[in-house]
């Protein structure tokens, strides 16, 4: 629940910035900022996804967005299919990407694996309660209440040795897990120890709008070289798609009509009317080397 509380609220700080400075953006962003987020708490809970896709889509997301709304591209006829490939060749963002998927990825996997290391300690903690003591261990246990050491009474005759020998045999086989309990134990403070500076999630969640903020300005101050880019990219993938059609066409002419046998078919099917193929001769054949 705290790291949930942690990403919430820098959730909410994003998106106040960019709601802010930004306001451009309208709801768009607000779904862009709300996904991302998602995608780090499914991260550190244990989801097979990766940071550095987690960011790429973020940014995926992001630059329609920016384009239309903050560049002022949104009379252009340019397709959401284009817009979305285009950040990353062009730069668009600056290298504020990749140090977000920097930063990231440090504080999350320490995250993550502070977690998974929790759940594992749960798990042998719930396992531990089941256990129910036996008779001679109820036996040990009542003598042991009585024993002035226990109790407190440090003035008393001490009962040496008397706790711990009750108490590991009335565990039994789980007295043996108590070495590798401490072991664990030491490895997870020590694991809560380093989660500090880059990798305290907590400080890199809640300043990640700056480096957002600053992405978005990044792309502000190339407006004039992106609108040139994804222009370009724009015609190319006209000019390469009419390209592919005209070539498919005459592809699946020759194919269709390579034997006699297809052209005396098609010609039946498609003119079976002597009126139609009166027309059809005199539209496709007017000239004379057509004709031969």
Not at 262 to 281: I, M
Request: aromatic share 8%; charged share 20%; hydrophobic share 40%.
């Amino acid at each position: 629940e705290a790291f949930e509380l942690v990403l919430r609220h820098g959730r909410n700080s994003t998106l106040l910035v960019l709601k802010a400075e930004f306001p451009g953006l309208g709801g768009g962003a607000q779904g862009a900022v709300g996904q991302l987020f998602l995608d780090v708490s499914l991260y550190i809970l244990g989801s097979d996804s990766s940071v550095e896709h987690m960011v790429q889509a973020f940014f995926t997301r992001l630059f329609p967005l920016t384009y239309r709304h903050l560049l002022g591209g949104g009379a252009a006829l340019i397709s959401e299919e284009c817009l979305r490939g285009s950040w990353k060749d062009s730069i668009a963002f600056g290298p504020y990407p990749k140090l977000i998927m920097t930063r990231l990825s440090r504080s999350l996997l320490a995250t993550r694996v502070f977690l998974q290391a929790l759940n594992l300690g749960i798990e042998v903690v719930n396992t531990t309660d089941h256990l129910r003591p036996g008779r001679d261990c109820g036996r040990a246990l009542l003598r042991l209440w009585y024993c002035p050491h226990c109790q407190g009474l440090l003035g008393a005759p001490a009962c040496k040795g008397f706790c711990q020998a009750v108490m590991s045999g009335c565990l039994g086989g789980a007295a043996e897990v108590q070495p590798h309990w401490r072991g664990y134990v030491e490895g997870l403070g020590k694991l809560a120890g380093a989660m500090r500076g880059e990798q305290d999630m907590e400080a890199v969640m809640m300043r990640l709008h700056v480096l957002v903020r600053l992405a978005l300005r990044h792309a502000v101050k190339a407006r004039p070289r992106l609108h040139t880019l994804v222009s370009n990219r724009q015609a190319y993938a006209r000019t390469h798609t009419q390209s592919w059609h005209l070539t498919a066409t005459s592809t699946s002419t020759r194919v269709l009509f390579s034997d006699p046998a297809s052209q005396r078919c098609a010609t039946r099917v498609l003119f079976s009317d002597p009126a139609s193929q009166r027309c059809a001769t005199r539209v496709l054949f007017s000239d004379p080397a057509s004709q031969r």
